[in-house]
């Protein structure tokens, strides 16, 4: 059982998460409510940046920051994804510069496939997903994970981006 908290109070995943070496494979729901899949991305590389709620201050800081990054990196998808309605989602990405290579996917829809059943990373008490940030190389093998035990601290940035050097 994995331990998180959110300003200091314990929260729990209580499956084993998803780890480097295992495939990924999920679908999960675009912001016009069609239903996409990883695969769609074979042959690239992928950080999905997962978030418990795209309408919290460090969820949008975290999602705006992979937004920017998102414009500088080739060959590289970047994918936030929530568990929030994609309405939502689409109101907060009026605030962002469009990037062809950045996407907002929502993960309400509860079926087998989806983003918290296959990483298992959803926590226990709230439902909502783990902070964390998935690099998948461009055959959904799963390259790089890191999960931030204090919900609403942010990732570090600096590691994932010194991680995708070392793929040239």
């Known amino acids: 059982m994995l331990q998180l908290t959110i300003k200091g109070k314990p929260l729990h995943i209580k499956n084993e998460i998803i780890k480097v070496g295992d495939s990924l494979s999920f679908s999960a729901v675009d912001k016009a409510m069609n239903i996409i899949n990883l695969k769609q991305f074979t042959n690239k590389f992928k950080i999905i940046s997962s978030v418990p709620s795209i309408d919290t201050k460090t969820c949008a800081l975290q999602t705006i920051h992979f937004n920017k990054a998102a414009a500088k990196l080739k060959d590289l998808v970047i994918i936030t994804i929530s568990k929030d309605l994609p309405f939502a989602q689409s109101r907060f990405c009026k605030k962002l510069k469009n990037n062809s290579n950045f996407y907002i996917w929502s993960d309400y829809r509860n079926n087998e496939n989806n983003f918290s059943n296959?990483?298992?990373?959803?926590?226990?008490?709230?439902?909502?997903?783990?902070?964390?940030?998935?690099?998948?190389?461009?055959?959904?093998?799963v390259i790089y994970i890191q999960v931030i035990k204090e919900i609403t601290a942010e990732p570090n940035y600096d590691e994932v981006l010194q991680f995708l050097k070392t793929l040239k």
Do not use: C, Y
């Open 118 to 141: 296959t990483t298992n990373l959803v926590i226990d008490e709230i439902q909502l997903l783990a902070r964390a940030v998935i690099i998948a190389d461009k055959n959904n093998k």
